[in-house]
């Protein structure tokens, strides 16, 4: 069974930008769609950003396009998820997530079954 563990949160201004990581372990990470989500306070979990097993596929939630990059290093067995531009309205717990039994990327929540812990990005205005 895959473990994930991010990294990187931060409390930072609006404008500032900043790298979250999920490292990945206990599995075959090359194998695996690789999504990053997030929780605002009060608010479900939302889609952020995937990104396929090869990297050659990825998409974004409409209020992260242009801002956020999704990528991965199978080397490393990392995911990461660059953040410029920042607004107040990112702030948010990211989590990590893998989509270990299925060959069609998806953005729903329910097709992942391996999460990470989150990891705390807060924006001040």
């Known amino acids: 069974q895959v473990q994930l563990v991010e990294s990187g949160g931060a409390y930072v201004q609006a404008g500032d930008s900043l790298r979250v990581s999920c490292a990945a372990s206990g599995g075959t990470f090359s194998r695996y769609h690789m999504g990053w989500f997030r929780q605002a306070p009060g608010k479900e979990r939302a889609f952020v950003a995937v990104?396929?097993?090869?990297?050659?596929?990825?998409y974004y939630a409409d209020s992260v396009k242009g801002r956020f990059t999704i990528s991965r290093d199978n080397a490393k067995n990392t995911v990461y998820l660059e953040m410029n531009s920042l607004k107040p309205e990112d702030t948010a717990v990211y989590y990590c997530a893998a989509e270990t039994n299925s060959v069609v990327i998806s953005r729903t929540q329910r097709a992942y079954d391996a999460w990470g812990q989150g990891t705390q990005v807060t924006v001040r205005s």
């Open positions: 990104i396929s097993r090869s990297g050659g596929e990825i």
